[in-house]
């Protein structure tokens, strides 16, 4: 029997119902709400057969057994909270939250429920990055020592800069909305959660555009253009804009590793750059797709010298978005809701990113002070590490 799936919010991300909906396969999306009526009306003209609604109630209500939150950030806690109440499976889209506060809550509720909880990290099913994590395990660069990353948000402008993510009430920052995926990747490649955290940053540019409209009723696909181009030509930008487009942050992790990340949203171009250093080596991705190429040196040079060795990225065996990661993202979830078990994504891996990328926020806003992550429950985080098995509360 098909699983009947929930989409929540039928914006940017809603193209995951494409992995979702397998009628007759396995699962079906059967039931879309969203309170704009543009998107309802996008969601009728893909899924006519669904129920298209503006009231979670009724789609809590219609027997669906898993939903996508698919929603603005500040969203997100509010409305899984309550279809973990309703005890049916969530898929959350990153960051799981936008204050600490609420992240545990998400955990504190799955637990209690027994509904099954799931993140949308989909780097983690990333070629570059399982790549590169395997290369780790095997030991080929000895211990990890240090991981450095440098994201060069080219599409800044456009992506984050003319709707809800220029604001902190729905965001808290780009460092957390954005940097939620590679604060967690940090974490994963390192073997170890962030302990303090130190950070620096500024609206560099686009708080100088005087240029401002109202887009509400736009989505992203409706103004973005590579043409948009120098950044200060942007036009059209969100009406308050009080988040940072440049930051970066230090992290000394539980297991002694040092780790940075810096970020830019106005950069010519778009992509991720990793280097992890070890005790015998080194590894650094050259591009972030399937193609490019990961470097390794584990050999002594005295100068800038070729990689002593190199592996190309693998092309997944899918065309779903993010390089075929979305596709086996929601293929894993959908296992999930089924099966349950330990998955590569991790609730409480996503918590933490979430609390690394709030408490760097702070820091950069208040003098760029080191501040110390607050731990979690042990028995909350071992109920997650045991791969959330009880169905029902205890």
């Known amino acids: 029997m098909d699983l009947r799936i929930g989409i929540i919010g039928f914006g940017a991300r809603a193209g995951l119902w494409r992995e979702a909906h397998h009628p007759g396969h396995g699962s079906r ?25 503006a009231d979670l109630d009724e789609l809590l209500a219609s027997g669906v057994d898993a939903v996508f939150v698919l929603t603005p950030d500040h969203q997100h806690a509010e409305v899984a909270i309550r279809a973990l109440d309703a005890g049916v499976a969530v898929f959350c ?7 600490i506060a609420d992240a545990d809550a998400m955990l504190e509720t799955a637990k209690r429920t027994g509904s099954r909880l799931y993140i949308g990290h989909n780097m983690r099913h990333m070629s570059v990055i399982t790549l590169m994590r395997r290369l780790i395990q095997e030991g080929r660069i000895g211990e990890v020592k240090a991981v450095w990353c440098r994201h060069f948000v080219g599409n800044g ?58 887009r509400s009723n736009e989505r992203m696909y409706d103004w973005f253009s590579l043409g948009n181009w120098p950044p200060t030509a942007q036009t059209g930008l969100n009406p308050v804009i009080d988040v940072e487009d440049i930051s970066m942050v ?13 970020q830019c949203h106005f950069t010519p171009d778009y992509w991720r750059n990793y280097t992890i250093i070890g005790t015998e080596g080194r590894i650094e991705n050259l591009g972030d797709e399937s193609g490019d190429e990961v470097r390794l040196w584990n050999q002594r040079h005295t100068r800038a010298a070729e990689a002593d060795e190199t592996f190309i990225v693998p092309e997944l065996d899918s065309d779903s978005g993010h390089g075929g990661a979305d596709g086996l993202l929601v293929a894993e979830f959908l296992r999930f809701v089924r099966d349950g078990g330990v998955t590569e994504t991790s609730p409480i891996a996503a918590r933490e990113a979430v609390a690394a990328g709030i408490l760097a926020t702070e820091s950069l806003r208040t003098g760029g002070g080191a501040l110390t992550v607050p731990r979690l429950d042990p028995a909350l985080v071992a109920y997650f590490e045991a791969g959330q098995p009880s169905q029902v509360s205890a």
């Open 250 to 262: 230090n992290l000394r992790l539980q297991n002694g590793v040092l780790a940075s990340y810096q």
């Open 157 to 214: 402008g456009d992506y984050y800069f003319k709707d809800w993510h220029a604001e902190r009430s729905k965001t808290t920052g780009l460092l957390l909305q954005k940097g939620a995926h590679d604060l967690d990747v940090i974490h994963w490649l390192a073997g170890a959660y962030s302990e303090s955290v130190a950070a620096m940053g500024s609206l560099s540019v686009y708080g100088d555009i005087d240029d401002r409209r109202d």
């Open 93 to 99: 889209e990153k960051p799981l939250a936008i204050t």
């Open 29 to 53: 999306v059967t039931a879309i709400c969203d309170t704009s009526e543009r998107s309802r009306a996008d969601a009728a003209s893909v899924l006519p057969d669904a129920l298209i609604t």
